[in-house]
Each structure stands twice: as C-alpha cells, then as structure tokens.
C-alpha cells in the first residue's frame, strides 16, 4: 500500500479523530480510504449518466437540454 503524508484543517482533523473515536472506523487511514472510494464511485455514477444525457441529447430523443434533463431527473429521484 502507498504511504502518504497529507495536511489537514483542524476541523478536519477532529472530525477524522471523532469518527476514529466512535469506532466507526478503526483508523484514520481506514476513513480516508472510504472517503475517497465514495467519491470515486459518486465519479462513476456522475460519468455514467453525463455519458447517457449525451447519447441521448445526440440522439434526437429530447430537446431538453443537459440542465433540463439532470433536474428532472433529480426531481424524480427525489419524489
């Protein structure tokens, strides 16, 4: 595993600490590694539908824009 050394604000800092300290996780280095494979897979998710808006704004399929299509389709995730 590849060893770094990062600098971290205070609040950060004791937000790692508190979340290491509520054994939510076991290290500080654990917390890290899970936040960064959240944002990789929210990368993901975001890359799959941008690739989908594009093939289908190519398509003809719809003539709503990006925007358009992204805020209806938040406002159906979100009911």
Known sequence: MAR???SLTKPNDEWLKSQ???QEY???SELV???IRQARNQQNQVDWL???LEIAEQSGF???SKEEIRSLAKK???G
């Open 20 to 22: 290491v300290d509520s």
């Open 26 to 28: 076991s290290s500080k």
């Open 33 to 35: 590694n899970d936040l």
């Open 62 to 64: 719809s003539k709503n």
């Open 50 to 52: 941008r690739k989908k």
């Open 76 to 78: 159906k995730m979100n």
């Open 4 to 6: 770094q050394s990062i």
